[in-house]
């Protein structure tokens, strides 16, 4: 079983950066999408951004692109997302996933393996 471990989060005041960790279990890191999703209060989880196993291809939600950065060390079994300009509106619960093989690496669903979630809260 792969165990992914967030780390990173907090309390931020807009405008300001946080950069989340995502510690993985096991030797084959390097052959799973890895992909962030965040869930606010009342509202459903959504995806965040996501990086193939190449390192070559990321993706981003249009609620974040130009400001967030995925990036991945297969060497350290970990995956990063830097957060820049953070708004009140990222405020939520931040997980990151490993997907065998995301096909529509928007649904939650293509992924096989879950982190418990670290907070990011940002403050107005």
């Known amino acids: 079983q792969v165990q992914l471990v967030e780390s990173g989060g907090g309390l931020v005041q807009a405008g300001g950066s946080l950069r989340l960790s995502c510690a993985a279990s096991?030797?084959?890191?390097?052959?799973?999408?890895m992909g962030w999703f965040r869930q606010a209060p009342g509202k459903e989880r959504e995806f965040v951004a996501v990086?193939?196993?190449?390192?070559?291809?990321?993706y981003y939600a249009d609620s974040v692109k130009g400001r967030f950065t995925i990036s991945r060390d297969n060497a350290k079994n970990t995956v990063y997302l830097q957060m820049n300009s953070l708004k009140p509106e990222d405020t939520a619960v931040y997980y990151c996933?490993?997907?065998?093989?995301?096909?529509?690496?928007?649904?939650?669903?293509?992924?096989?393996?879950w982190g418990r979630g670290t907070q990011v809260t940002v403050s107005s």
């Open positions: 990086i193939r196993w190449s390192g070559g291809n990321t």
């Open positions: 096991g030797r084959t890191f390097s052959s799973y999408d």
């Open positions: 996933a490993a997907a065998t093989y995301a096909s529509a690496i928007y649904y939650s669903d293509q992924y096989d393996y």
